[in-house]
């Protein structure tokens, strides 16, 4: 049975913090809120937890478009091949913010992701996963919980998430109602950036 974790966005208590970035060492999976959807998310190098969200996905590891979510651009260089000026300009216009921004992966990807040519970079602007991703000390991956209505494509009430996924993960984190529209995801692999889906972030950036 899941943790039910309320963390207050205006000020994330570092007890709640720490509870759920120990359970994020110790292998386990997390839905957690952001400035989009509820997601499900872990430990970025932990090949059991990674296996485990692929497997509550119903994905190949090897094949799943996980998204990378940081801090801050300060992680950048540990997956990304190095980017121009004007790519880098752009991201620091837009992040945090609700952007996917798929990039040329390097070759330090875990080991998992190796074979991966490119990589979603995801910072959202939310004060309790920026606290839980400082906490831990790298990024976590994400994946966007979807709901099986098929009016109301994503889940927005914490509890009635944890109603649902309680046996499935270790933690679910109550940040207050989410919202119900992904991110905006931009590909900057190619000579002009490319929208691939339009979702909350505008394309004014």
């Known amino acids: 049975m899941a943790d039910f974790i309320k963390i207050y966005p205006q000020n994330p208590n570092p007890k709640d913090v720490k509870k759920v970035v120990d359970i994020l060492k110790k292998g ?28 509550i996905r119903g994905v190949k590891l090897e094949k799943a478009n996980f998204s990378f979510v940081c801090r801050d651009l300060s992680n950048l260089s540990d997956y990304v091949k190095q980017i121009d000026t004007a790519t880098f300009k752009l991201l620091k216009r837009a992040l945090p913010g609700p952007y996917t921004f798929i990039l040329p992966g390097n070759n330090n990807l875990p080991t998992v992701f190796k074979k991966k040519k490119e990589v979603g970079i995801r910072v959202p602007d939310n004060s309790i996963v920026q606290a839980i991703i400082e906490g831990l000390g790298n990024p976590i991956i994400s994946t966007s919980i979807r709901d099986e209505d098929e009016v109301i494509e994503y889940t927005t009430d914490p509890e009635l998430i944890y109603e649902k996924w309680q046996h499935l993960v270790d933690a679910v984190i109550d940040g207050g109602y989410g919202d119900n529209v992904a991110s905006t995801v931009i590909d900057l692999t190619g000579d002009e950036p490319i929208v691939v889906r339009e979702g909350k972030g505008s394309l004014e950036i």
Do not use: M
């Open 28 to 55: 386990g999976v997390i839905i957690y809120p952001s400035d989009t959807v509820y997601a499900l998310g872990c430990d970025i190098n932990n090949t059991r937890a990674l296996e485990k969200v692929a497997q």
